[in-house]
């Protein structure tokens, strides 16, 4: 199961994920992210990881396309910190 809450602030639009960033909660995010974007009005949208426990090579995706469309992640677990290094490190080489 993968809930995604919304915190909306001046300078912000938090996406905060929890639990399990698998199929079929992936297209979730995708149409949570796509939402986000259409309102985000100037502000920063950021991923919010700190409470995800799986991410799945489908999760890993999706969060690349996040990234590549201009997404800051907050990462505050071991997992979602290493998942978001070898993120960054494939972009960087792609």
Known sequence: MLRISVIDSHTERRLVLTGKLVAPW???????????????????LVVDLGNVTVISQEGENALSECMSEGAKFRPSGMLARHVMK?????????
């Open 86 to 94: 070898q993120l960054e490190r494939k972009n960087q080489q792609g």
């Open 26 to 44: 992936v297209a979730e995010l995708r149409t949570a992210w796509k939402a986000a974007i259409g309102e985000i009005e100037g502000r920063a």
